[in-house]
Structure formats: C-alpha cells, structure tokens
C-alpha cells in the first residue's frame, strides 16, 4: 500500500481563497480585518516565521502591523504595547511571537492579550474553552491538523487516535479536539514506556515531538492516518518531521508530508481565527 497525500499546500489555498472572501465582506460593511504581530529580539527562525505570517495576511485581505523590539524591552514595556492594542479598535487579533528573552515572563505576557483577540489561542481563556467545548480560538497547529482529518472526511466518532507530546501548544488541545469529534484518544510522552505498542493500536497517529524518526513503518498500523507535525533538520540540513516518510507512505493510509504539511496549515488558520476575530468584534460595536 502507499498512503495518500494530504496536501496541506493544496489545502491552505482553498481555505486562504474562503478567507479572503470572508475578509471582503467584512470590508464591505466598513470592517477592515487587522492583525498586530510583536517580534521582541532578533531570533532568526522567529524572524522568518513573523515574515510569513504578515505576508500571509497581506495575501488575504487582512491589514497586519508588525511591530518589531530590540531584545532589551522590558517585560512592563511589552505588556503596556499588549495593552495598548486590546484597546485599538483597528487590531482583531494580537499575536506575540514566542519565544521571548528569558528576562520577560512568556506566560504573563500571553495572559495580557485579551482572549477576544488571542488568535494563536495560547490564552488560558482559550485553553479552558476548548476544554469545555465553548466558542474561543482554537491554537493554530492542532486546528489545521482537524482541518487536515476534515478535508478527507475521516470518521473519528469511536477510532483510536494516538497523539505522540503533550504540549500546551499543540500535543494536549490535538488531543482534546480529537476527543471532541469522539475519537478514544491516548496521549503519549518522554515517559511512555512503549510507544510502539501505543501507535500500533492506532487509527490516527498524530506526532508532535521534535525529533527524527519518532515513528518508523513497523509503529503503524496498515492504513492508518499519520499526521506529521514535527520541524525537523537532517543532517544535510534538510526540513523534515518527526515521521520516517519513506517507510511509512508504504503502511499508512492517508500521511502528510514535510514540509508542505501541517506547516501551511497552521499560518492559514491564524488566517482564519483572525477573521473569526473580526467577525466576532465586529458584530459586537
Ligand atoms: P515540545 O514542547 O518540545 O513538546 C514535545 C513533546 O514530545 C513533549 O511532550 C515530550 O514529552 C514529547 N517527547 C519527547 N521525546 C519523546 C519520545 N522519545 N517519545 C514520545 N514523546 C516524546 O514541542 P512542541 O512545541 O509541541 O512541538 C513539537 C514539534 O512540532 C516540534 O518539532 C516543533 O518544531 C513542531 N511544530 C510545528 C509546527 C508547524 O507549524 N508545523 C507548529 C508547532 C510546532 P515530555 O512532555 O514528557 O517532555
């Protein structure tokens, strides 16, 4: 068997072209959508991942300010530019990039955003919400993985979905919108004695670690879906996930490449949280 592709490319332009009809709407009753992005410090991937995100927007029909800080902000400075555009009518949503100098508190910083324009969803606000299954925003990487199970119209009401990390950011609110849709969820981590015994069982495996060959062909299940979330470089320097590609495309079902994967994915739904966001406010003055 060789799996199926899912194109997160292909994907992201399909719901970037829904974005920019829902951004046109929005302007046609006055409300141009606007998302503030704050760059502290000078970290190279930091610096690229803000580039795409603005020009991202920019491509859309959303207005984007980026504003950039020397490394030495101080964490009050920060927080009163955060406060200052929860207060600015033109700003939907509000992103701070992370990380920040080890001298600013990320969390308090994350806590200051108003969760009515926390479109990264990192805000507690959001994080309880989902947990309880109320409106909020969703964090971006997990949100396109379900767009990614959606768009091939998987089944997950009572399949096995395996999540490989636990991070706030993306390994616990996968697995808690896994669980929404009905799917028996298992968590795993560093301390999972057996993972391969855990990803054998699975019908979904979504890995999230961080490190190369998490998950070889022998771990899958045949024909079972693999989400690869994981930014990897090899040794020739080459971008790759968490997954060994090669070996198990022969297994899985259904496997997302990397790149071209999960990574599209997640800037097009800060794309769209940040329109739900206009939307949302708009409709409220
Ligand atoms: P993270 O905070 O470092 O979390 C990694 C998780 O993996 C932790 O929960 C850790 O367990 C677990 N882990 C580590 N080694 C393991 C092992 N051998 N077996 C099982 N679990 C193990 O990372 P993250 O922020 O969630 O990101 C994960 C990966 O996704 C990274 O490569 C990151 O670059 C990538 N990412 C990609 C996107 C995208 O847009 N494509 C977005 C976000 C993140 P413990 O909790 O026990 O330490």
């Given at each position: 068997m060789t799996a199926q592709l899912i194109d997160g490319i292909a994907l992201s332009k399909k719901i970037r072209f829904e974005v920019a009809q829902r951004a046109k709407a929005l302007k046609e009753i006055g409300i141009q959508p606007g998302l503030a992005v704050i760059l502290v410090g000078d970290n190279p991937a930091s610096q690229v991942y803000v580039r795409n995100k603005v020009k991202a927007c920019e491509e859309s029909g959303i207005r984007s300010v980026m504003e950039k800080y020397d490394g030495s902000m101080t964490e009050l400075a920060l927080l009163?530019?955060?406060?200052?555009?929860?207060?600015d009518p033109a700003v939907h949503g509000i992103l701070v990039q992370?990380?920040?100098?080890?001298?600013?508190d990320a969390h308090k910083?994350?806590?200051?955003?108003s969760p009515e324009k926390d479109v990264d969803g990192f805000h507690v606000a959001s994080a309880g919400a989902l947990m309880v299954g109320q409106p909020g925003f969703w964090p971006c990487t997990p949100y396109g993985c379900?767009?990614?199970?959606?768009s091939i119209?998987?089944?997950?009401?009572?399949?096995?979905?395996?999540?490989?990390?636990?991070?706030?950011?993306?390994?616990?609110?996968?697995?808690?919108?896994?669980l929404q849709q009905s799917a028996t969820v298992t968590i795993c981590h560093s301390a999972t004695p057996d993972l391969k015994a855990m990803t054998l069982q699975a019908d979904v495996v979504v890995a999230?670690?961080?490190?190369?060959?998490?998950?070889?062909?022998?771990?899958?299940?045949?024909?079972?879906?693999?989400?690869?979330?994981?930014?990897?470089?090899?040794?020739?320097?080459?971008?790759?996930?968490?997954?060994?590609?090669?070996?198990?495309?022969?297994?899985?079902?259904w496997i997302t490449p990397v790149p071209g994967g999960v990574g599209p994915m997640t800037i097009?739904?800060?794309?769209?949280?940040?329109?739900?966001?206009?939307e949302r406010l708009g409709r409220a003055h």
């Open positions: 009163e530019r955060v406060a200052a555009l929860n207060s992370l990380p920040l100098p080890a001298h600013i910083v994350i806590e200051a955003i379900m767009k990614m199970l959606d119209s998987y089944p997950l009401k009572g399949k096995h979905a395996v999540v490989i990390g636990r991070s706030n950011i993306v390994g616990k609110p996968m697995a808690l919108m896994l999230a670690v961080g490190k190369i060959n998490v998950l070889t062909a022998d771990m899958v299940k045949p024909g079972a879906v693999v989400i690869d979330v994981g930014m990897n470089r090899n040794q020739d320097g080459k971008l790759c996930g968490d997954v060994d590609f090669e070996s198990v495309r022969q297994v899985a079902g097009t739904m800060l794309l769209v949280n940040t329109l739900t966001a206009a």
